[in-house]
């Protein structure tokens, strides 16, 4: 019984230090909590969102590129006694727990080709798109071809996709994200960060360094700067909904988050269908 008072007594404390904590947090403080090992990542939303999915390779050897993943989902929703099946084409960046091959989620041009491929894969089908975000960036390759024409051929085609599309941001910067992220509705984690640049990439410009880390005082100040967090994204208009999260960010089996998740995907798919009749 003494040990039983003793867990409640700690665990009452735990939680009291876990709301303060979180009342406090600052831009890069949730840039970090963004970045941790335990983070959900898309393959914990495969699993845990959707009902059933088969993943999507890419075609020859110039088409393979872990960081991007492409797999055609199957999401079941009962109402009163009937039960619907609706399929969605998933498109999304895989930062993986560490593994070298992902690069964190930085995809190649090949990886976004890949994507667009299944983006119109999708439209022939006319099936929705559901994206999502995860990736610090692009991986920069000049060579053809090219990062920055490839965003630029997704940008192109995602203007005129036929079919609804609804992305989910987790951590989305710079061109990365736009190549898969131009949506008719776009959901945001509430502990993500969705940005122009990264704030290490902004100060390290801002203290014009060629090699080496930025100072700390000058990554926190630039973090605040860029106005990257959910709550900064929505008031300024570039994103739609914030899909809230568990007292200092989801985790791989925080199954609620998953479930709150999947409701807001059908619903933002439903609304966009809605707009578009």
């Not at 994507?115 to 060579?143: K, N, S, W």
């Not at 941001?169 to 990365?176: A, T």
Request: charge should be neutral.
């Amino acid at each position: 019984a003494e040990i039983k008072r003793f867990v409640e007594r700690m665990g009452t404390q735990l939680g009291f230090i876990i709301d303060q904590a979180e009342k406090s947090l600052t831009p890069y403080e949730i840039v970090k909590i963004v970045r941790h090992p335990q983070r959900f990542t898309l393959q914990d939303i495969l699993e845990n969102v959707y009902d059933s999915y088969m993943e999507l390779g890419g075609e020859g050897e110039i088409n393979i590129d872990p960081a991007v993943v492409c797999a055609k989902a199957m999401l079941v929703r009962k109402v009163g006694k009937d039960i619907y099946f609706h399929q969605v084409m998933v498109i999304g960046h895989e930062k993986g727990h560490g593994e070298e091959f992902r690069q964190g989620g930085s995809a190649k041009p090949w990886g976004n080709e890949k994507a667009l491929r299944y983006m119109q894969m999708a439209e022939t089908e006319g099936i929705p798109i559901h994206f999502f975000i995860f990736t610090p960036g692009t991986y920069p390759v000049e060579d053809y071809p090219g990062a920055a024409q490839q965003i630029a051929r997704n940008l192109y085609y995602m203007a005129k996709l036929k079919v609804p599309t609804v992305s989910f941001i987790s951590v989305g910067g710079s061109g990365g994200a736009e190549a898969i992220g131009l949506t008719d509705m776009r959901l945001m984690a509430e502990k993500g960060y969705y940005s122009v640049i990264s704030p290490e990439g902004a100060a390290a410009i801002e203290a014009k360094l060629k090699e080496g880390r930025p100072p700390r005082e000058l990554v926190e100040k630039c973090a605040k700067a860029l106005k990257l967090t959910a709550k900064d994204n929505l008031e300024l208009g570039t994103i739609d909904k914030i899909i809230p999260e568990p007292p200092l960010g989801a985790r791989k089996k925080d199954f609620d988050f998953f479930r709150r998740l999947k409701i807001e995907l059908i619903r933002a798919t439903d609304e966009v269908v809605l707009q578009t009749r």
